[in-house]
């Protein structure tokens, strides 16, 4: 058996894998890999994959979801392009990487950056705190946790201003209100299905009032929720899948449950970390990631033994990001239990032999 604690494309269920699997051969006389996405059978997948994120998420009244392609990177610009009014001035928080990358592409699209807050000064090792939010601007944007480097908002930033969220790493882990968020978007390879898709929640009176002098069909957010997530070919595959992991999710007990399982295989990494003398965290404690758990060898020239360790434990996908080195666990909805306990086995195995 293999352990898989890579931070994307993620696990998925095995009886999601199983039912894919058989609709690759035969959905409904033909691959799903083949059908029209016109054809009624796809037509009340995409429907009931809609519904389930409403019904997962409890999504309220006044609000629309879509499924897109191009990942939360083509987000960055939808979210700037959807959300940009007469300041064309936003606020973003930069918290790593991809909220670097939401920052730049909203500046390409012509909107004036505050970045308010960062943890850029300590290698983003923590979530900025006690920040004050600049006025006369049209939205907030935040990455609500952070792959890359470990850390994750347990609030979310309190304004009156429309709040934005790249929430493509914890989606569906954790219960959220959605009725705080005037848009949220997300990448589907995460807790929500295969590459491919993107998934965007968003108030509907923010919709068609962008004050963007390039709006491209595409990138209108508008144009998509009217079309119902059919303004062209969706990513079929991926939304079916979608829409198999969201049934498995709601049939075993739904976010709420989910958000229990995941806060005791964090409990137990991160136990492991703090309390054994060969490892420590990377990241300031009380902004660790649910997801996504970075650490690293308080020596590191034992690295190739403990990588020899968990390799022959049948763990895959640990290294760290290569962009900061270390190691990097995540801790996605469907990574059972059992697998991490694994983890923390070779963990004490190799700090024994220390």
């Known amino acids: 058996m293999k352990h898989n604690f890579g931070a994307g494309p993620c696990i998925l269920p095995q009886e999601v894998f199983e039912q894919a ?24 997948v995409m429907d009931e994959a809609l519904d389930l994120v409403k019904k997962a998420l409890h999504v309220p009244a006044g609000y629309s979801v879509a499924y897109l392609q191009g990942g ?23 918290t790593g990487t991809w909220a670097s990358g939401a920052i730049k592409e909203a500046k390409k699209v012509g909107i004036e950056v505050d970045v308010f807050a960062s943890s850029e000064d300590q290698q983003f090792s923590y979530i900025p705190k006690n920040y004050t939010i600049p ?20 609030q979310i930033p309190q304004t009156t201003y429309p709040l934005v969220c790249d929430m493509s790493s914890d989606i569906f882990s954790q219960e959220i209100n959605v009725a ?22 968003v108030k509907d009176e923010v919709l068609g009032k962008s004050s963007a002098n390039f709006l491209p069909t595409y990138l209108d957010l508008k144009q998509h929720v009217e079309k119902e997530s ?36 964090a ?49 895959v996908g640990l290294p760290g990001h290569r962009s900061v ?25 190799f700090n024994r032999k220390g």
């Open 135 to 154: 006025t006369d601007i049209d939205y907030v944007h935040f990455t609500s946790n952070n792959t890359i480097y470990g850390t994750q908002f347990k």
């Open 230 to 265: 059919m303004l062209n070919t969706p990513p079929v595959f991926s939304v079916y899948v979608a829409m198999l992991n969201l049934r498995h999710l709601l049939a075993h007990g739904g976010v709420a449950a989910q958000a229990q399982k995941n806060e005791a295989k």
């Open 72 to 94: 939360a990177t083509l987000g960055f610009t939808i979210a700037a392009l959807t959300m940009q009014r007469d300041h064309r001035k936003a606020g973003y928080i930069n």
């Open 325 to 349: 080195g270390g190691y990097r666990a995540s801790l996605y909805n469907a990574l059972p239990l059992e697998s991490v306990q694994v983890l923390v086995d070779v963990m004490k195995e």
């Open 267 to 315: 409990k137990l990494l991160y136990d492991a970390i703090d309390q054994l003398d060969a490892f420590k965290g990377n990241v300031a404690t009380e902004d660790r990631s649910l997801m996504n758990v970075t650490f690293a060898l308080t020596d590191e020239s034992r690295g190739a033994e403990f990588d020899a360790l968990w390799k022959g434990a049948g763990i």
């Open 180 to 201: 705080d968020y005037d848009l949220i978007y997300a990448g589907a390879q995460k807790n929500l299905g295969p590459a491919g898709a993107t998934l965007y929640i």
């Open 21 to 44: 699997a058989a609709a690759v051969l035969d959905f409904n006389g033909l691959s799903i890999l083949e059908v029209s996405h016109r054809h009624k059978d796809f037509v009340a």
